[in-house]
């Protein structure tokens, strides 16, 4: 049995009688204590042997690069911009618009390689709003991506369109007052 399995003859995805088709998943909040849940349902997914992968688009401070991804366990890669800084405006450098944008490029190209089965996009909707990534490649990335990836899209003013593609949104809210 082993041996059929390992056999470069077989192919099970092809044998099953139905695909899993990868969900696209919303968190949204205008409080930034919801990232926490996140990185744990990721965590867990790496544990039980699926790849992921967790990209932080206005995260900079520690000089990473996604030449230079932080390896948690065996199945769990993070990147970030290779920047000095953490963005939180629209004006940027030519520096950090390069930083961003080679970011980018390069979650766009790992996620149509099917490389990763999860990968979570941190901050994307910042990035849209300010300008800084194009709503409509976004939607384009989205639309293209291979069929079995999962994505997880997080951060506050999610554009409409996106939230109109979505299978699953969380909104975290603050009810009361501390």
Known sequence: ?????????????????YSVEGLLQVFTSNHRSFFT???????????????????QFLKGGIRQGYEKPTRLGQKLDWIRCDLP????????????TESLHQLWQHTQKVVREGKYSLVVL???SLAIHF????????LEFLAKRPPHVDII???????KSILDLADQITEIRRTHES
């Not at 049995?1 to 009688?17: C, D, G, I, K």
């Not at 849940?37 to 992968?53: H, K, P």
């Not at 800084?85 to 950090?96: G, S």
């Open 1 to 17: 049995m082993v041996a059929q399995l390992e056999s470069p003859n077989v192919n099970l995805t092809n044998s099953l009688p």
């Open 37 to 55: 849940s996140v990185i744990a349902q990721s965590l867990r997914i790496a544990g039980q042997g699926t790849s992921v992968l967790i990209v």
């Open 85 to 96: 800084r953490c963005i939180d405006t629209p004006h940027l450098d030519e520096a950090e």
């Open 122 to 124: 941190d901050e994307l």
């Open 131 to 138: 300008g800084l990534i194009p709503e409509a490649e976004v």
């Open 153 to 159: 899209l997080t951060g506050a003013q999610m554009p």
